[in-house]
């Protein structure tokens, strides 16, 4: 009687915590796009495949290699673009459905928590690409904020990313791994460039 009483409590408890999801903690906004930290900006994947290593231009040039080839699978940084993308869409949705609480912020728990207010509008429940994406949100979603992941940052090339551009490119630096890769596939037309001048120059020369 004893065991079936505490089943039963623990029962009414769990469904009293998932029907009670706080909505209202998402009513308020998160730091402004421009104070946030320099993370945000020049995430940590792009930190470190970014980096001068031998590893990093290793995997450019096979990258190079398989994309050739056609064997490339999507890379994972892209794969969690779309989540975004696809997370956007489910707040613009749920904004559109004009839903008392308005939701100016985001965390894992509102988009993978079932109980969520915005779970209806991401089904089927998204699956975040690697283990080392979380997502979150900086400024006002219900106005000019932005969804990113911890590890990717956010989505490149969107009108949110096209607005703070400067702060973007500010973090990065001037010269990647991926710059020089591409430096060395380019660095043969350089050189060839000017020898074929100087030889047309010669058989023009001669032609005289
Ligand atoms: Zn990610």
């Not at 004009?98 to 969520?116: K, P, Q």
């Not at 209806?120 to 900086?138: D, E, G, H, I």
Request: net charge positive.
């Amino acid at each position: 009687m004893k065991l079936s009483g505490m089943v039963l409590l623990l029962v009414c408890l769990s469904v009293a915590s998932f029907a009670d999801f706080d909505a209202g903690a998402y009513e308020v906004a998160e730091t402004p796009v421009a104070s946030m930290s320099s993370d945000f900006f020049y995430p940590p994947f792009f930190r470190d495949t970014d980096r001068l290593t031998f590893h990093n231009i290793k995997r450019e040039i096979v990258f190079r290699l398989e994309f050739i080839s056609g064997v490339r699978p999507e890379p994972r940084y892209m794969n969690c673009y779309k989540m975004q993308k696809r997370i956007e869409r489910a707040l613009k949705r749920y904004q559109e459905a004009s839903n008392t609480a308005v939701l100016r912020r985001l965390d894992d728990e509102l988009l993978f928590n079932s109980e969520s207010p915005l779970a209806p509008y991401l089904k089927p429940m998204p699956v975040p690409p690697t283990t080392r994406c979380s997502y979150k949100s900086a400024g006002d979603l219900s106005e000019d904020g932005m969804t990113y992941c911890v590890y990717h940052g956010p989505v490149h090339n969107s009108t949110a990313h096209r607005r703070y551009a400067k702060y973007f490119s500010r973090e990065k630096p001037y010269f990647t791994a991926f710059d020089l890769v591409e430096l060395l596939i380019f660095s043969p037309v350089l050189l060839i460039l000017p020898v074929t001048w100087y030889i047309m120059r010669k058989v023009l020369e001669k032609g005289r």
